[in-house]
C-alpha cells in the first residue's frame, strides 16, 4: 500500500462519454462447464475445465473488484480465458454477457484479456523481438523493426503498413491512456528498451484504447520489484474503482492481494473453485508464514547457514561503467571504497549469490556482461574463470563456446528464443551442444544424468502421462521391490519414451520454464544462472525444482520442516548431486519466494540516476526462514 501519490501516478481524469444506463451483469456464468474442444465419449484427453461453475461480475455501482488466486499457471489463465468467451460452454447458454449485449458491443471490444502470467515472452502485444541478434537490445544504433511506444499504442507495427492519419478519436484516446498509465515520456522510446514495468503499462494502455468494458490481466504484478509493484497497483486501482473498465487480476497463493481488491476467486491445481466471494469473508491471507517449529526451508537447509569459503573467482568486475553516448545504465556512482567509479564486483566457486535491484536498475545490462551478450563485454573490464574476452599479454582471451561449456543459463530471455520443435530429451540432451539445434556430444555420464533427471521430473513434463511415473512408484515400494523396478525400467528406459516424442512448445508454460532451469543445471556447470528462472512456474513445481537444485535426488521431500531421504538415495543409486562447492551461483529474482534457500551474498542496485554506490550483504539462511533477509536487501530494515 503506498503511503502518498507517486510522481508519475497522474490524477484520475474521466472523459465524459456516453454510458448505457443497464445495470445487467457484464458476466453471467450458471452453472457451466467448459472444454478445451468440442467433448466426445472418444477423446480421453479433453478432461471437463471448471465443472458446475457459478460466477457473475456485476455492473454498475456495485464495487466489485476481484483476484483469481491459484497456485496452477494453468488454472488462472484457464479461468480468465472462460471470462473472456474462450473454451467451450456446456450447455452453450450458461454463459452469457447480458450487458455487452444491451449496448450492442461484441466481446472482442467488451472485455480484454492481457496475459502476464501465460504466454508469455519477450514482446509487447502482437510485436515479437524472437529472431532478432540476442545483444541487439544493448546497441544503440535504431533498426527500422524498432517500433516505438506511439507505433505499438496505435497499432503501426508493420513494416509494409499503410500509411494512415488517426482521426480526431484515435488522437483523444492515445492522450487519455498515456495520461492514465504516465507514458508520455515513453512514446518515442523503441518498445525493446523498455523496463518490465514500463512494459506492463503499455500492453495495458494497448488494451484500453478502445474502452472495454472488462479488463482481465493474467500475473500483472509477476517479475516486478517491490516499489514498481505498489506503483503500478495504485494504477489499477484507479482503474478499477472508475469502473471504466472494471478490472479482474489473477495472483499466486504467495502474493500479497492489493487492499483495493474486495473480492476472490480460489482455484486449485485440478481446475476447481475452492471459495469465492467477499475477501474479508473469505479470509484469504496473501502471504504464508513458516511455523516457529519448522526446522528446514522447503529445499533442505536450516535457518542458520554459514556461506562455504570462496574458491577461485568466477566473475571479476573491477570498476565497470556501461554508456550509450549520454546515458549510463550502469556503474553511475562513486564507490567510497575504491579509488575509480563504476562497479567493483565478484563471484567465486561456492559462492551463492543474488542481484537485486529496482526495474531499470542495471541487473540485464550486469548480466549480459557475464554472459559476454552485451557487445561491451570485450572492452570493459570483466574476468570470466580468471580471463578477459580479448587476449591480453601472456593471455588467451576466452571464447563465447568456452563459456557455453561452463555457464548454465535460464532466463525469460532465454525462453523466448528456445526452439519450440525439439523435443523433451533433446533439450536437456542440448547442454552438452553449441547451440540448441546443434548436436549433442554425450558421454555415458551425460546420458545417465539426463535420463535421471527426466525420471525426477516426469510427472511435471509430461502432464498427460495415465501411468504414476516410475519415482512415484520407486517410493511407495520396499527397498528389494525398487531395486527390481529400477533395474527392469534402466533396461530399455521404456518408462522415458514419452520424452521422445513430447516437444518443448507442447508443454504448459510452467513445464516449459522448468526444462529451462533443468536444462540449466544438468550438465552441472562451473556457473549456474538463474535470472527470474522461476518466475511463472507453478508453486509445487516451484519447490521440488528448488529442492532438487539443492538436494538432487538425495531428498524426495520437505514436510514439516524434515528432510525424507530418495528412495534412490537408499539404494545408492542417485545420479544426479545438489550444488557443490566447485560450483556458483547467480540469482536474479523480484520474489522471495523464487529465491534458492542457499544464497547467501547480495548486492542491491539503486535507482536509476540516484548516484548511490550499490549495498551489498550477507543473508543468516535462507530468506524463507529468515523473514528479515529480504527487507534488509531491500533497505527497509
Known sequence: MLSGRRAWLPAWKTVPFCRHSSTKPLIQIENATFYRNYPSSTDLHNPPLFASLEFILANGTAKQHWSVISPSSVARTTLLQILAGQHICQPPTARSYPYLSDIATSLHHGIKYVGFDAERGNNVGGTSVRGAYLSARYESRREETDFTVRDYLTGHTELNALERVEDAVDQAALARVTEQLDLGRLLGMPVTNLSNGQTRRARIAKALIDRPEVLLLDGPFMGLDPNTLARLSEVLRELAESSQPKVVISLRPEDVVPHWINHTVTVDEDLRVVKQGEKNVIQQS???????????????????????????????????????????????????SSLTSGLHWSLHRGQRAGIFGPNGSGKTTMLSLITSDHPQAYSLPVKLFGRSRLPEKGEKGISVFDLQQRMGHSSPEVHAFFPRQITVRRALESAWADAPLAKPKLSDEAKQRVAATLRWFARDLSPKADDAPLIEKLERSSVAAAETLLESAQVNESDLAWAKETRFGELPFSSQRLLLFLHAIVAHPELVILDEAFSGMDEVVRDKALLFLSQGEKVSRVADGIAYESMLSKLGKDTMTGLTDQQALLVISHAKEDVPGCVREWICLPEPGEGWEPRTGMLAGPLELNLKGWDEIWGRS
Do not use: C, I, N
Open 286 to 336: 496473501g502471504t504464508s508464514t513458516p511455523s516457529t517449529a519448522q526446522q528446514l526451508s522447503r529445499d533442505g537447509f536450516p535457518k542458520q547457514l554459514p556461506s562455504p569459503p570462496p574458491g577461485d573467482a568466477v566473475v571479476e568486475m573491477t570498476g565497470v561503467r556501461v554508456s550509450y553516448g549520454s546515458k549510463t545504465v550502469l556503474g553511475d556512482w562513486h564507490a567510497a
